[in-house]
């Protein structure tokens, strides 16, 4: 077996690589074989570059698993078979498999990627994280198995040692039959954590490029989703996006997906949404984020506007609020609402039919239900009340809110026709008037009181003492613009 570091350093240099080549596929040892230069510093610089791609790559423990299926996919095999025994795990394709030239650049070089623009992985590192099992432990191995126009290799990875240098590869030629690829991963796992985790990564992969099966069971078959494009300079890419109503509405979740391969989740309540971002969108090299720029944006951008277009279709039909799945979209991604206010404020028509203010608050449905009792029933068409947090936050940027309505009822710059023109009458007959007699006069349950050609206001009433309405202050200054004394008006407010 030959030190990896070292096969490295003999990849690196054109002579020794041509060497390597010949001496594998004519059965010679690599025994004698060295890479050129091969200075302490190098060998440290390649060890160092090794530990950091087979043990800090990723997070989760299972998370390399994930490589070879999308290796296996991107060698445009139809289908993509996962076993597992408790003791190994493995992942076979159909693929077109590999020659010996493939082999040692594609599994064996660091960065080292010719993948196309279609295909899953980009960096050229994915497959050195599945070597982090064998330094886990050194019982652990990696075995690898390809054919290609009836020429076979298995390569064989182990560690005599936890360390990066005592990594070891061994290769060995011999006749195939069928174009494919087998990769063994010599680990002890629960079988049960494996298909739920492949199943979390890879359940919304487009089913339409292979099947990914578990044992026989097929992982991605969700296919009832919607297709939307994005135009990045005159490139255009296709994304997917799937929202149902979470079971028992109970709490959903907000998925993102690159390529179809899982990327990050947020809870949300009510609904489910999985979303497919084009692959013009980078991930950073763990491949838990996605890189925020310019294309990234664009593709929200282009989003919001698709599920404005078939709000009907994809989410109304669902019993869904498009206005609550939009801003849940921008927040999930990262984004704000000044990203998509343009295309909010150009669509507001679509997604308010009538002006509409927002109200918010932990008590926001109790408020809009007094609201209704100020103002009449009517008025429930112009309210807003979000379904969480992150969506009240996110409208409260472009909606007005509750407090505006109140305002614009009191416009006391309209000074001797505010009562005619903001037709207060017709408000208190929306509602079932109480009198009172406090000192001096009556007074209604609902805050407002047009009364022998006077305004009454009840400052202590729910909605004219919260938070986010006319002030006592405010109420005498409108009671005085209307013939009355501030003295004499605040002897009128209760």
């Known amino acids: 077996m030959k030190r990896l570091s070292d096969l490295i350093g003999i990849i690196f240099n054109k002579d020794t690589y041509s060497e390597l080549v010949y001496r594998i596929e004519n059965d010679v040892p690599l025994d004698t074989l060295e890479p050129v230069a091969n200075t302490p510093q190098a060998q440290r610089h390649r060890e160092k570059i090794l530990f950091e791609e087979t043990m800090n790559q990723f997070e989760g423990d299972l998370r390399p698993i994930i490589e070879p299926i999308a290796n296996a996919v991107d060698a445009k095999s139809k289908t ?3 076993y597992s025994n408790s003791k190994s795990i493995i992942v076979k394709d159909k693929g077109k498999g590999m020659s010996i030239d493939d082999v040692l650049q594609k599994l064996v070089v660091f960065f080292n990627s010719d993948k196309e623009e279609e295909d899953i992985g980009m960096f ?3 497959f050195f994280s599945l070597l982090g099992y064998c330094l886990q432990d050194k019982s652990n191995s990696l075995e690898v198995e390809t054919t290609k126009n009836e020429v076979k290799y298995k390569i064989n990875f182990q560690a005599k040692t936890n360390k990066t240098k005592d990594l070891y590869v061994d290769f060995e030629k011999t006749k195939g039959k069928k174009d494919g690829t087998t990769v063994k991963i010599n680990v002890n796992h629960k079988k049960s954590e494996l298909k739920e985790y492949i199943t979390k990564y890879l359940n919304f992969f487009d089913s339409t490029r292979s099947a990914i099966r578990f044992k026989g069971d097929k992982v991605n078959n969700i296919n009832e989703d919607y297709r939307y494009t994005v135009d990045f300079n005159g490139q255009t890419q296709e994304g997917r996006i799937k929202l149902d109503l979470s079971p028992k509405k109970k709490e959903g979740e907000v998925s993102l997906y690159s390529q179809g391969v899982f990327v990050m989740q947020k809870s949300f309540p009510l609904y489910n949404l999985k979303l497919d971002i084009p692959k013009k969108i980078k991930l950073v090299e763990g491949r838990d984020e996605f890189k925020m720029d310019g294309n990234y944006t664009q593709n929200i951008q282009s989003l919001t506007k698709f599920l404005i277009d078939n709000r ?19 927040n999930t991604a990262g984004l704000g609402v000044y990203d998509v206010r343009e295309i909010i404020n150009d669509n507001i028509d679509k997604l308010f039919e009538e002006r509409t203010y927002l109200v918010r608050g932990s008590d926001a449905l109790y ?15 112009n309210l807003f009340v979000p379904a969480n947090k992150n969506a009240e936050y996110m409208w409260l940027d472009i909606l007005p809110g509750i407090q505006d309505l109140i305002f614009e009822k009191f416009d006391v710059e309209e000074n001797e026709d505010v009562i005619n023109n903001l037709k207060l009458p017709e408000f208190t007959k929306r509602v079932d008037i109480t009198f009172l007699k406090p000192k001096k006069e009556v007074f209604t349950r609902s805050g407002i009181l047009y009364h022998h050609n006077r305004l009454f206001i009840n400052t202590q009433h729910p909605i004219i003492k919260a938070r986010d309405f006319v002030s006592k202050y405010q109420a005498i200054a409108t009671i005085a613009e209307n013939s009355f004394s501030a003295e004499y008006a605040e002897d009128f407010l209760i």
């Open 80 to 82: 993509v078979d996962v």
């Open 124 to 126: 050229g590192v994915g």
């Open 312 to 330: 009907k279709k994809i989410i109304v039909e669902k019993g869904i609020d498009t206005r609550d799945v939009l801003m849940d979209i921008v």
């Open 367 to 381: 408020r809009s239900e007094e609201i209704k009792g100020f103002f009449g029933n009517e008025i429930g068409n």
